[in-house]
């Protein structure tokens, strides 16, 4: 079957996960996107739901709250397992 050579743009970092993700799946990325298209040309649209999570209020509430802490320079974080264990024995 030919082929034809397609441009497209795409974010950096989504592109590296992605990449990672399906080399653990033994595909690069035209083969995960010729398997996409192909599965949307199969359903005749979108493989899958296309939808903005309808939250409650708590739950929205809860991630508001999350987003400032996480933004909150005095705030200590952690990157390292060892460490963040050593914190919370300290306490």
Same mark, same amino acid.
């Given at each position: 079957?030919? $082929?034809?050579? $397609?441009?497209?743009?795409?974010?950096? %970092?989504?592109?590296? #996960?992605?990449?990672?993700? =399906?080399?653990? *799946?033994?595909?690069?990325?035209?083969?995960?996107?010729?398997? =996409?298209?192909?599965?949307?040309?199969?359903?005749?649209?979108? !493989?899958?739901?296309? %939808?903005? !999570?309808?939250?409650?209020?708590?739950?929205?509430? &809860? =991630? &508001? #709250?999350? %987003?400032?802490?996480?933004?909150? !320079?005095?705030?200590?974080?952690?990157?390292?397992?060892? %460490? *963040?264990?050593? &914190?919370? *024995? #300290?306490?």
């Amino acid at each position: 079957m030919p $082929t034809t050579p $397609t441009q497209i743009r795409i974010d950096s %970092e989504i592109k590296k #996960e992605a990449t990672i993700l =399906f080399k653990n *799946l033994g595909l690069d990325m035209s083969g995960a996107v010729n398997l =996409f298209l192909y599965q949307c040309v199969l359903r005749g649209g979108l !493989p899958f739901n296309v %939808e903005i !999570p309808n939250y409650n209020q708590q739950m929205s509430e &809860a =991630f &508001a #709250e999350a %987003e400032k802490i996480s933004r909150d !320079p005095d705030i200590k974080g952690y990157t390292d397992m060892d %460490e *963040l264990k050593k &914190a919370l *024995l #300290e306490d």
